[in-house]
C-alpha cells in the first residue's frame, strides 16, 4: 500500500512540475525578429507577472482608432537587475516602446525598449535580441 501511495504522489509531483514548462515557450515560437515594431502612446497598465512582465498601451493608428498594444517583456527579477523599479514607468505617461512583433499579426509585442518622456531608455530584460543592451536593427514605425 505504501508503495502505490509513493507511486502515485511521485506521479502528481512529475504531472504538477511539468505545467509551467508546457506554457513557457522560446521568442522565436511567438515572435518574428524580421518584423520589428516601434510605437508611441499612453501607457496604460504594467502587469509585474512571472515569467514575464507585460506592458500595456494605447496607441492612436492614422485612421484614429486607438489600439491597445501588448508588450512581453523580462521577468521582473531581470528588470530589477536592469534598474527598473516598480514606479519607473507610471500609468498614463507617453511611451515609445520598440520591439518584435508577434507571429499572429495581432497587436502583441515582444519588448526590446521603452524611451520614457525625459529621454532615458529602459531595455526590457526580455528574450528578443538586444533587449539588454543597445539596438542592433532599426524597427519600422506602426
Known amino acids: 500500500m505504501l508503495k502505490k501511495a509513493s507511486i502515485a504522489i511521485a506521479i502528481a509531483a512529475m504531472l504538477l ?5 508546457s506554457a513557457h515557450h522560446a521568442f522565436a515560437a511567438e515572435f518574428d525578429v524580421n518584423q520589428p515594431v516601434k510605437v508611441k502612446g499612453t501607457l496604460t497598465k504594467v502587469e509585474w507577472v512571472n515569467p514575464h512582465a507585460w506592458l500595456y498601451v494605447d496607441v492612436k493608428g492614422p485612421d484614429g482608432k486607438v489600439v491597445n498594444w501588448h508588450f ?29 512583433r508577434a507571429k499572429s499579426g495581432e497587436a502583441v509585442a515582444n519588448g526590446r525598449s521603452i524611451t520614457l518622456p525625459d529621454g532615458r531608455e529602459l531595455f526590457s530584460g526580455g528574450s528578443g535580441p538586444a533587449s539588454e543592451g543597445p539596438a542592433r536593427a532599426e524597427p519600422r514605425p506602426q
Open 17 to 21: 512540475s511539468a505545467a509551467p514548462v
Open 72 to 100: 512581453e517583456l523580462g521577468p521582473p527579477n531581470a528588470l530589477f537587475r536592469l534598474g527598473w523599479k516598480k514606479d519607473s514607468i507610471p500609468a498614463g505617461i507617453e511611451v515609445e516602446i520598440t520591439g518584435y
